[in-house]
Every structure is written in structure tokens, then in C-alpha cells.
């Protein structure tokens, strides 16, 4: 799976709102993965906004064009050994955003991002599109 695209929300969102940056990366036709979190964190803000019926068919759409990663035992343990390096510098994040990362490093994947935060995990390759 090396250099293909896991997505984090922002990115997904920016995706549904078709933001130019986003349509242009596409172009050159990448692989793209969604981590289950995300998908989750995408339902929650779909069932939360005003236009359920349609942001939930949108997540529903995504959940079946691209190839959603799902955690296991050697997911979890890298979340640990992720969890512990932000710790021992002092720069937690958010539980999701750690277990969005340990799902990308245990596939060798590029996170795409808007989120900063994530320059603070040692060897995640990050880009904000």
C-alpha cells in the first residue's frame, strides 16, 4: 500500500463540499482508504446536522467506493506506541486522531490532512491537501 492516501475527516469533508484542491489531487487518480474512525466520526456528524437523509447517503456512498482499514491487535499496539511517544513530548492529541495515526503507519500509508497536530507523531508522512 505504499504511496497510496488515508483520509482524515477534514479531508473527507473538504471531499463532500467538492473544494477544488481536493478535485485537483484526484487527477492523478491515487488510492485512497478511510479509517473506520473516520467513517464513524462522519455518521455522527451526519445524524447531527440538518440534512440527514442526505449527508448520511453521502457517507454511505463513501463507505462504498473506498476501502475502509479497521484496527486490530497490531493496530492497537502501535496506537500504544504512538500514544506514548506524544506523551513523552508532551503534545497529546485527540484518542481519534491516534488511532487514525497508528492505522496509517501500520499500513504504510500518507496521511492526509488539515490537522497539525499530526507533524508531532515520528515517522507519519503528512500532507494537507
Same mark, same amino acid.
Not at 98 to 109: G, K, P
Given at each position: 500500500?505504499?504511496?497510496?492516501?488515508?483520509?482524515?475527516?477534514?479531508?473527507?469533508?473538504?471531499?463532500?463540499?467538492?473544494?477544488?484542491?481536493?478535485? !485537483?489531487? &484526484? $487527477?492523478?487518480?491515487?488510492? +485512497?482508504?478511510?479509517?473506520? =474512525? #473516520? %467513517?464513524?466520526?462522519?455518521?455522527?456528524? /451526519?445524524?447531527?446536522?440538518?440534512?440527514?437523509? !442526505?449527508? &448520511? $447517503?453521502?457517507?454511505?456512498? +463513501?463507505?462504498?467506493?473506498? =476501502? #475502509? %482499514?479497521?484496527?486490530?491487535?497490531?493496530? /492497537?499496539?502501535?496506537?500504544?506506541?504512538?500514544?506514548?511517544? &506524544?506523551?513523552?513530548?508532551?503534545?497529546?492529541?485527540?484518542?481519534?486522531? #491516534?488511532?487514525?495515526?497508528?492505522?496509517?503507519?501500520?499500513?504504510?500509508?500518507?496521511?492526509?490532512?488539515?490537522?497539525?497536530?499530526?507533524?508531532?507523531?515520528?515517522?507519519?508522512?503528512?500532507?494537507?491537501?
Amino acid at each position: 500500500m505504499n504511496g497510496n492516501f488515508l483520509l482524515d475527516t477534514n479531508i473527507v469533508i473538504a471531499m463532500f463540499a467538492d473544494e477544488p484542491s481536493f478535485r !485537483e489531487r &484526484l $487527477k492523478s487518480n491515487p488510492t +485512497l482508504f478511510i479509517p473506520s =474512525v #473516520v %467513517l464513524g466520526e462522519l455518521y455522527y456528524g /451526519a445524524l447531527a446536522s440538518i440534512r440527514i437523509k !442526505e449527508n &448520511l $447517503k453521502k457517507v454511505d456512498d +463513501l463507505a462504498r467506493l473506498v =476501502v #475502509v %482499514l479497521n484496527c486490530d491487535a497490531r493496530t /492497537a499496539r502501535r496506537f500504544g506506541e504512538v500514544k506514548n511517544g &506524544l506523551r513523552q513530548k508532551g503534545r497529546p492529541i485527540p484518542e481519534n486522531d #491516534v488511532w487514525i495515526a497508528a492505522l496509517c503507519l501500520d499500513h504504510n500509508l500518507t496521511l492526509v490532512s488539515r490537522d497539525f497536530h499530526f507533524e508531532a507523531i515520528d515517522g507519519l508522512r503528512l500532507q494537507s491537501w
